[in-house]
């Protein structure tokens, strides 16, 4: 098992900032990747962005380039979403997540089998 926690949303304003983190712990050692997912109220859970956990290979939603930034640090275990320029339809719960298959970097939630609780980012405008 693979234990996963969110931290870092919260409220802020359009073309602000915020910085997720979520802390792995457990059978880590299993982890290929770990991505960042979020799921908007009556809309389908939608992949953010994914990092390698051995190369750092970093695929990216298109609707996110150039705005938001996924990392890792592999001292504590953990991975980053830097979110700049938000923006109101980023509005959603965001939740982390690991992958233990082959695929180097899966976009898909179904290639998840670690998630987070989530944590709630909300943009005004």
């Known amino acids: 098992q693979i234990q996963l926690t969110e931290s870092g949303g919260g409220l802020v304003q359009a073309g602000g900032s915020l910085r997720l983190s979520c802390a792995a712990s457990?059978?880590?050692?299993?982890?290929?990747?770990m991505g960042w997912f979020r799921q908007a109220p009556g809309k389908e859970r939608e992949f953010v962005a994914t990092?390698?956990?051995?190369?750092?290979?970093?695929v990216s939603a298109d609707s996110v380039k150039g705005r938001f930034t996924i990392s890792k640090n592999n001292a504590e275990d953990t991975v980053h979403l830097q979110m700049n320029s938000l923006k109101p339809e980023d509005t959603a719960v965001y939740y982390c997540a690991a992958s233990i298959i082959l695929s180097a970097l899966p976009t898909n939630k179904y290639q998840y089998s670690y998630w987070g609780q989530g944590t709630q980012v909300t943009v005004s405008s």
């Open positions: 990092i390698n956990w051995s190369d750092g290979r970093i």
């Open positions: 457990g059978r880590t050692f299993r982890r290929v990747a």
